[in-house]
Nanobody, 116 residues
């Protein structure tokens, strides 16, 4: 099983980015898929999650209304659409797939830097 994130980069405040998380070796439709982020000197925090059945979503308060998580089962990929980006959104963003403690996968991360 593997997760590969992409789409990070440098963006100005107020800008947008779309992160992608391509999965292989398992079906994202069967897992709870999440995006986490970790800024230097801070703990990793949950940003957004999408459940298996029904596709219910949850967001950190700090990103509600600005970020949207979605899943394309046909492409076996999860996305994080980020808009109205702020400097405090700067972090390494990680994709996570969780089914059980034995089936818990992480990607290598993609860097997002919000700066003028």
């Amino acid at each position: 099983a593997q997760l590969v994130e992409s789409g990070g980069g440098l963006v100005q405040p107020g800008g947008s980015l779309r992160l992608s998380c391509a999965a292989s070796g398992f079906a994202v439709s069967r897992y709870v898929m999440s995006w986490y982020r970790q800024a230097p000197g801070k703990e990793r925090e949950l940003v957004a999650a999408i459940t298996r059945a029904g596709g219910n979503t949850n967001y950190a308060d700090s990103v509600k209304g600005r970020f949207t998580i979605s899943r394309d089962n046909a492409k076996n990929t999860v996305y994080l659409q980020m808009s109205s980006l702020k400097p405090e959104d700067t972090a390494m963003y990680y994709c996570n797939a969780y089914l059980t403690t034995m089936n818990n996968y992480w990607g290598q991360g993609t860097q997002v830097t919000v700066s003028s």
